[in-house]
């Protein structure tokens, strides 16, 4: 059960109303999440600064959506996981694969390397090493690629933060 209500432009105040009315006005609405993190225009607003500067991310989104399917199998937020697994079907990842980045994996040796980089900084940031950091630049990733992991973790970490204290569950009633 939902312990914060969905704000839409009509309900919202101040800065929440008119962020919400953009969106609105360029998408035609707004998910749970957004219409509810409205509540508090600081974290709305940086939610949606983060999620525009990432697009902006060198690792390729394929790799992103298996780093967030790992980070999410191990936070516990639903409505996040089946959105990341959404997504990555829609990129055309394998089931096989889909399952293996649950479990913070893949059948790829390299994929392997950067989604569990993905899952250490979500949970233990301190025990990463220079040789997991050379073993990724070994496998090819740049300082880049490397970097924008901490990032796809952070969005991750704030989303299915909030959706969990906020109640927000997949299929939930409206």
Do not use: W
């Amino acid at each position: 059960m939902p312990r914060l209500s969905r704000l839409a432009p009509e309900t919202a105040v101040g800065a929440s109303r008119d962020l919400l009315g953009e969106l609105v006005d360029r998408h035609g609405q707004v998910g749970d999440m957004v219409s509810t993190m409205a509540h508090s225009p600081a974290v709305l607003g940086g939610y949606l600064q983060l999620s525009r500067a990432l697009r902006r991310a060198k690792l390729d989104r394929k790799i992103s959506e298996r780093i967030s399917i790992a980070v999410q199998a191990q936070q516990g937020c639903g409505l996040c996981l089946q959105s990341h697994v959404a997504a990555a079907r829609s990129l055309g990842i394998s089931e096989e694969e889909i399952e293996l980045a649950h479990e913070g994996s893949s059948a790829d040796s390299s994929l392997t390397a950067i989604i569990a980089l993905g899952v250490q900084v979500y949970r233990e940031p301190t025990a990463i090493t220079d040789e997991q950091v050379d073993n990724l630049r070994a496998h090819g990733f740049s300082d880049r690629e490397i970097a924008d992991v901490v990032g796809i973790v952070a969005l991750n970490i704030l989303t299915g933060a909030f959706n969990l204290m906020a109640g927000l569950t997949p299929g939930r009633p409206d």
